[in-house]
Nanobody, 124 residues
Framework: QVQLVESGGGSVQSGGSLRLSCPAY????????MGWFRQAPGNEREGIAR???????TYADSVKGRFTISRDNDKNTVYLQMSSLKPDDTAMYYC??????????????????WGQGTQVTVSS
């Protein structure tokens, strides 16, 4: 049984930083495409960062240059380092995994496994 468990969310002021963690259980994260999504109230779920089995990364324009996705294969964990946070970054953040090593889209429908989410709140 695959489990993804996000942690690291919280409340920060604008300009601050947070690091989200997503350990994977029952699943070898380094063999597959992993992604981070976020969803604010009233908005659709938005893909913001992904890393494929080779370690290649892709970012949404909204976070490019501020967020970094990485993976620790020994810990079977994917991270999202978030810097220069803005109030618009306030959302529930989700870790997700594909059953393929390739990352071709940010469509949530392409990701088979999801964590429960961790809340990030950025105040001005």
């Amino acid at each position: 049984q695959v489990q993804l468990v996000e942690s690291g969310g919280g409340s920060v002021q604008s300009g601050g930083s947070l690091r989200l963690s997503c350990p994977a259980y029952g699943y070898t994260a380094n063999n597959y495409c992993m992604g981070w999504f976020r969803q604010a109230p009233g908005n659709e779920r938005e893909g913001i960062a992904r890393i494929d089995a080779r370690g290649a990364t892709t970012y949404a324009d909204s976070v490019k240059g501020r967020f970094t996705i990485s993976r620790d294969n020994d810990k079977n964990t994917v991270y999202l380092q978030m810097s220069s946070l803005k109030p618009d970054d306030t959302a529930m953040y989700y870790c997700a995994a594909r059953v393929s090593g390739w990352c071709s889209t940010f469509s949530p429908r392409d990701f088979a496994y999801w964590g429960q989410g961790t809340q990030v709140t950025v105040s001005s």
